[in-house]
C-alpha cells in the first residue's frame, strides 16, 4: 500500500511536490508509477521510473515539466511538478508495477491519493 501527499491547490505556473510512501514492503525491486485522475476522465498513467531509478518515462503531456525520482532507503517516491497546468489538476496517485521496469505488465497496491488543484 502507498500513502501519497504533498498535493493542494496552486496557482497556474506553480510548483508542487508529491510524495509517495510504501508501507509494508519493500519497493526497491519494483518499478513504481504515478497516475491521475481527472473528473470524467480515465485514470492516465504520465511516469514511472524503475527500481534502481536509472530509467524514467514520461507521457507528453508532462514532459519538461514533471520529474520522478526516488529513495529506496526511505521507502519513498517523489513528483515534482513544474509549471502546473490548470489542466493538471486530478487526483495523483502512485502503484508498484509488478516487475522492475516499467515496460509490460500491470500495476497495483494503489493508495488513496492526493488532490491537485491548480486555478488562478
Known amino acids: 500500500q502507498f500513502v501519497e501527499s504533498g498535493g493542494g491547490l496552486v496557482q497556474p505556473g506553480g510548483s508542487l511536490r508529491l510524495s509517495c510512501e510504501a508501507s509494508?514492503?519493500?519497493?526497491?525491486?519494483?518499478?513504481i508509477g504515478w497516475f491521475r485522475q481527472a473528473p470524467g476522465k480515465e485514470r492516465e498513467e504520465f511516469a514511472c521510473i524503475n527500481s534502481s531509478g536509472f530509467r524514467t518515462d514520461y507521457s507528453d503531456s508532462v514532459k519538461g515539466r514533471f520529474t520522478i525520482s526516488r529513495e529506496n532507503a526511505m521507502n519513498t517516491v517523489y513528483l515534482q511538478m513544474n509549471n502546473l497546468k490548470p489542466e493538471d489538476t486530478a487526483v495523483y496517485y502512485c502503484?508498484?508495477?509488478?516487475?522492475?521496469?516499467?515496460?509490460?505488465?500491470?500495476?497495483?497496491?494503489w493508495g488513496q491519493g492526493t488532490q491537485v488543484t491548480v486555478r488562478a
Open positions: 509494508g514492503f519493500k519497493m526497491e525491486v519494483y518499478a
Open positions: 502503484a508498484r508495477h509488478g516487475g522492475s521496469y516499467c515496460a509490460g505488465g500491470t500495476f497495483g497496491s
